[in-house]
């Protein structure tokens, strides 16, 4: 029987597919298992870490979501990994670093040859209608309210099917990128993903990568429920505008812009 080729993530395996300008601003460290890659990064930059420290794990044991969720991340299948941030950005902007990175997921998986990746508003990638990469940022602000003092953008990405698969309460929704494993793909992810990131964030107050994140989204269109807290309000997902915001119109007819939350697509 053959055996599936070996797939190991390495900081030197990934280092040799980032490109010149961009290797030098990145400080990778790699863990086979941790709690959270966030919570590490968010330790260094209160120690003062400079921006570009890039953590990865090959597991996390409290893999972390939007809203508090867990982020369901098994050994050896998925890539784990926060980048600490110091962005020169308002903090009403902090949104441009989650969608720049959704598009940057997606700029990566087709370079990896992954057919129309998409964005389901906000953070969400999903391939062949299957969620595989969740991207949660946390942001610190400076003693005036108004500055970032960091940011720290985690993504999470489901590469292969769990050797058990998913747990019960996700498999109907998660899915894996790839069937098979195939050497150095995680590593040429990373790097890939890094590639496109720092070529959006060097132009992030531009909000040129906003027009690719809205033909990726696949959410126009659709019927959705907008959830903030215990409030469910139905309404229909009608564009992302230049900001990235979602345009939406709720059943009574009132249009409204979201810049922040959480949505559900509604199934008939």
Same mark, same amino acid.
């Given at each position: 029987m053959n055996k599936q080729p070996q797939d190991v993530i390495t900081c030197e395996g990934i280092k040799k597919y980032i490109d010149s300008g961009v290797v030098s601003r990145i400080n990778i460290e790699y863990l086979k298992k941790t709690e959270s890659t966030n919570d590490i990064v968010k330790k260094r930059a209160t120690q003062g870490k400079n921006e570009g420290l890039l953590v990865i794990a090959g597991e996390q044991t409290s893999g972390k979501g939007r809203l508090g969720r867990s982020f369901f991340s098994p050994g050896d299948t998925g890539v784990y990994m926060s980048l600490l941030l110091r962005p020169k950005i308002k903090p009403s902007d902090a949104v441009l670093i989650t969608t720049a990175a959704a598009v940057s997921v997606c700029e990566a998986f087709e370079k990896l040859g992954v057919k129309k990746p998409q964005i389901k508003w906000v953070n969400d990638i999903f391939v062949n209608n299957k969620k595989v990469c969740g991207i949660l940022t946390e942001a610190s602000f400076g003693a005036d309210i108004n500055t970032l003092d960091y940011a720290i953008l985690g993504v999470g990405v489901n590469m292969y099917e769990?050797?058990?698969?998913?747990?019960?309460?996700?498999?109907?929704?998660?899915?894996?990128?790839?069937?098979?494993? #195939?050497? *150095?793909?995680?590593?040429?992810?990373?790097?890939? =993903?890094? $590639?496109?990131?720092?070529?959006?964030?060097?132009?992030? &107050?531009?909000?040129?990568?906003?027009?690719?994140?809205?033909?990726?989204?696949?959410?126009?269109?659709?019927?959705?429920?907008?959830?903030?807290g215990d409030s469910i309000k139905p309404a229909?997902?009608? #564009?992302? *505008?230049?900001?990235?915001?979602?345009?939406?119109? =709720?059943? $009574?007819?009132?249009?409204?812009?979201?810049?922040?939350? &959480?949505?559900?697509?509604?199934?008939?």
């Open positions: 769990p050797e058990n698969s998913f747990p019960e309460e996700i498999k109907d929704i998660a899915g894996a990128v790839f069937s098979r494993k #195939s050497e *150095d793909l995680r590593n040429k992810f990373v790097a890939y =993903f890094i $590639n496109s990131f720092f070529d959006c964030y060097e132009n992030l &107050e531009s909000k040129k990568h906003c027009t690719s994140y809205a033909e990726r989204c696949f959410v126009i269109g659709k019927d959705i429920n907008v959830i903030s229909k997902a009608l #564009s992302v *505008d230049e900001n990235c915001g979602l345009l939406v119109r =709720f059943d $009574n007819g009132e249009t409204a812009v979201l810049n922040s939350g &959480e949505i559900s697509i509604r199934t008939v």
